[in-house]
């Protein structure tokens, strides 16, 4: 059964960093390709940054520059690092597959950025 935990949203300043985990639990986790998805107050869900499973990076153009997707297929856990967040970066983040998303979405991180 498919499951995504994520971790590690917060408060932070404008100019911040955070680093967002997620863990999944996939069994084909290593030939599978993942995605931060953000969804805002008010706004539909976005696909922010994927990761395939031959490792091709694709970034919206609102966090290239600022935001690094990578993998780590032992311990099946994707990270999203996020440096020089904006107000408007803040949103409930969300990581699932890249492609066909599982209904099964996890909780979300809270990553709220004042001004």
């Known amino acids: 059964q498919v499951q995504f935990v994520e971790s590690g949203g917060g408060l932070v300043q404008a100019g911040g960093s955070l680093r967002l985990s997620c863990a999944a639990s996939?069994?084909?986790?290593?030939?599978?390709?993942f995605g931060w998805y953000r969804q805002a107050p008010g706004q539909q869900r976005e696909l922010v940054a994927s990761?395939?499973?031959?490792?091709?990076?694709i970034y919206d153009d609102s966090v290239k520059g600022r935001f690094t997707i990578s993998r780590d297929n032992a311990k099946k856990t994707v990270y999203l690092q996020m440096k020089g967040l904006k107000p408007e970066d803040t949103a409930v983040y969300y990581c699932?597959?890249?492609?066909?998303?599982?209904?099964?979405w996890g909780q979300g991180a809270q990553v709220t950025v004042s001004s």
């Open positions: 990761i395939s499973w031959k490792d091709v990076i």
């Open positions: 699932n597959f890249n492609r066909s998303p599982s209904p099964a």
């Open positions: 996939v069994s084909t986790f290593s030939l599978s390709g």
